[in-house]
């Protein structure tokens, strides 16, 4: 997937350096998702349930969705390595606010602010992408990415253990100083990268739209990856009430154990770059929407039992990471020069889709209980593969490849 115009990497892109960004982008991803296992004590400290607890995980979504269109486009006109520091105090500030928060309308407030301020992995996609030689951009990518999906699964279980033996504000204060730590790690270890774009904010942001008109590829997959991502936010949002409501009433530590098994999902991501390096085609991104697909009808029909859950969690993260390596090695084979602003429209497009699915699974459990989440997944799953399957009778297949 080599582009012409990729400029020369400024540095040796060292294994170590890679993994490093994996691991800042899991730690610092993770805090979009503490509080999902942690709805059940929440409520009950704050005094809150349905609908305005699903408030909580749908403004972190709406803020991460925030803080990328208005502030990751900055990568492509600023040093985003200083962006990147800045960022990590701006989310300490937060998360201080969110174990603080007396009531749930502060909490809610400071969780859109963490999702505005935990933006930090989407500038460091794009970092690990420009540093990378054409030939490895995808299994770098598929690195730093599987970084983030332990990130968004270890949050559970981390946030399910603290929040049962320490309590839930704890988790908040924790993830405050595992953010300072890594702003200092990052701040000797990262090289500065020089901005390939400098323009005025508002130009910077006028781009946006330019983009968006003129690059079809981006916009097929950006609506794959919002409609993935919300099928599994709906499973995760709900989870929590869901195992309490079953005749165990597991709790919220059980409930975050379900991200260690979700981590098999994660290896896989290095073996899909690889793939997207060497091919272009669309069949990874149908193959890993029916895998989605196929976890929902799992959960629907074995998942009053633990190990039908754990079944259904295995096949819904390996579903949706391998589609998400898919459409971001291909999103960024497509303009170097704006590696930032196409993570901006592709990642606000995704986690849209996550809040929406939040919200929209919080709402069917209210209403028609766990077969209603799974309808919810299972609906946005076959649009997804609606949407690929069609897409190769609209575009051609040298421009669905992007290549």
């Known amino acids: 997937m080599q582009t012409p115009s990729d400029p020369a990497p400024a540095v040796s892109l060292r294994p170590s350096l890679v993994w490093l960004m994996a691991v800042a982008g899991a730690v610092t991803v993770a805090n979009l998702y503490y509080n999902q296992p942690l709805l059940g004590d929440i409520g009950r400290t704050l005094g809150a349930d349905g609908s305005a607890l699903g408030l909580v995980p749908t403004l972190t979504q709406v803020g991460y969705a925030v803080g990328m269109l208005f ?19 701006c989310v300490g500030v937060a998360l201080v606010a969110a174990g603080l928060a007396p009531s749930l309308h502060v909490l809610v407030a400071a ?4 999702g505005v301020t935990t933006v930090v992995p989407q500038m460091l996609i794009p970092f690990a992408a420009q540093l990378a030689a054409p030939s490895e951009r995808g299994r770098v990518v598929g690195t730093v990415m599987s970084g983030l999906l332990i990130g968004i699964l270890l949050s559970r279980t981390a946030a399910g253990f603290v929040g049962t033996h320490l309590g839930w504000r704890t988790m908040f204060f924790v993830a405050a100083g ?5 702003g200092v790690v990052l701040r000797f270890m990262l090289p500065a990268q020089p901005p390939l774009a400098s323009m005025p904010y508002p130009q910077l942001m006028r781009s946006l739209i330019h983009l968006a008109r003129t690059e079809p590829v981006l916009r097929l997959h950006a609506l794959l990856g919002g409609l993935t991502f919300g099928a599994f936010s709906a499973f995760w949002a709900t989870l929590a009430l869901y195992l309490r409501s079953l005749p165990g009433h597991y709790d919220a530590q059980v409930a975050g154990l379900f991200g260690v098994v979700g981590v098999a999902g994660a290896a896989i991501a290095p073996l899909v770059g690889r793939y997207a390096d060497q091919r272009g085609d669309r069949r990874i991104n149908a193959l890993a929407i029916a895998v989605l697909l196929a976890s929902f009808v799992v959960l629907w029909l074995v998942g009053h039992s633990l190990w039908g859950i754990a079944l259904g969690v295995v096949l819904l993260d390996l579903g949706t990471q391998a589609n998400q390596i898919a459409n971001q090695a291909r999103v960024y084979s497509l303009r170097p020069d704006a590696r930032s602003r196409l993570n901006t429209l592709y990642m606000v497009t995704y986690f849209v889709g996550g809040a929406a699915g939040a919200w929209a699974g919080m709402a069917a459990w209210t209403r028609a209980g766990w077969p209603g989440v799974c309808a919810v997944g299972a609906g946005m799953s076959l649009t997804a593969l609606v949407v690929v399957l069609w897409s190769g009778r609209r575009l051609p297949a040298t421009q669905v490849s992007a290549t």
């Open 178 to 182: 595992l953010m300072g730590v890594m």
């Open 111 to 114: 969780s859109f602010a963490i």
């Open 71 to 89: 502030l990751v486009p900055l990568g492509d006109s600023l040093e985003r390595r200083k962006v990147i520091l800045l960022l990590c105090g």
